[in-house]
């Protein structure tokens, strides 16, 4: 069964950085796309940006650009997403998801349980 | 405000048939790429419905249908069941190859 299971929830002061992850199993995960998605609280889903595990290529949305950083480590399949420096406005659910295809265009399937990221002074 | 627009709500009685609009442009929907769709019930993770616009994935049921023409698409639910509430997501790319999501549906039953 091909599973994406996400770090717990987390949190934070303004100003702390943070690191969450994704670790996929029941697949190859060099083989397909993980992508980031953030759900602020009571609003939709908005794409951050896409890795590739093989080679770590990844796309920024430019709304994440410079914001946030996309990794991933092929030897323990996991994906991660993390901030520097952490504002109240980060505070939301952060889904991983895989592409259901091997092209960096392609629906997602699945997701991982998400994770809650609460930052507050 | 999402590039991809959808109305904020619809709503049907039990038995019913609603269809949900999603609507982009010529740099997104238009420009060639597959529409899918996404459902979201209350406190879980989306869960993928339809793919390349019009085709289910095993397990959803056949009263979920979707279409695409030109710069916009659409997902049609028949014979509405309580549990269909939830929230529904468009999603697309843009000719950059950044993703998009619509701004999400919420459907009461």
């Known amino acids: 069964e091909v599973q994406l299971v996400q770090s717990g929830a987390e949190v934070k002061k303004p100003g702390e950085s943070l690191k969450i992850s994704c670790k996929a199993s029941?697949?190859?995960?060099?083989?397909?796309?993980i992508a980031w998605v953030r759900q602020m609280p009571g609003k939709g889903l908005e794409w951050m940006g896409i890795?590739?595990?093989?080679?770590?290529?990844?796309r920024y949305s430019p709304s994440f650009q410079g914001q946030v950083t996309i990794s991933a480590d092929k030897s323990i399949s996991t994906a991660s997403l993390q901030w520097s420096s952490l504002k109240a406005s980060d505070t939301a659910m952060y889904y991983c998801?895989?592409?259901?295809?091997?092209?960096?265009?392609?629906?997602?399937?699945?997701w991982g349980q998400g994770t809650l990221v609460t930052v507050s002074s | 405000q999402s590039v991809l627009t959808q109305p904020p709500s619809v709503s049907g009685a039990p038995g019913q048939r609603v269809t949900i609009s999603c609507t982009g442009s010529?740099?997104?929907?238009?420009?060639?790429?597959?529409v899918h769709w996404y459902q979201q019930l209350p406190g879980t993770a989306p869960k993928l419905l339809i793919y390349?616009?019009?085709n289910r994935p095993s397990g959803v049921p056949d009263r979920f249908s979707g279409s695409k023409s030109g710069t916009s698409a659409s997902l049609a639910i028949s014979g509405l069941q309580a549990e269909d509430e939830a929230d529904y997501y468009c999603?697309?790319?843009?000719?950059?190859?950044?993703?998009?999501f619509g701004g999400g549906t919420k459907l009461t039953v």
């Open positions: 998801a895989r592409g259901r295809r091997t092209t960096v265009v392609t629906d997602f399937d699945p």
């Open positions: 029941g697949y190859i995960f060099t083989t397909y796309w």
């Open positions: 890795i590739y595990p093989a080679d770590s290529d990844t």
């Open positions: 010529s740099s997104n929907i238009g420009a060639g790429y597959d």
């Open positions: 390349d616009n019009t």
């Open positions: 999603q697309s790319y843009d000719n950059s190859l950044s993703g998009l």
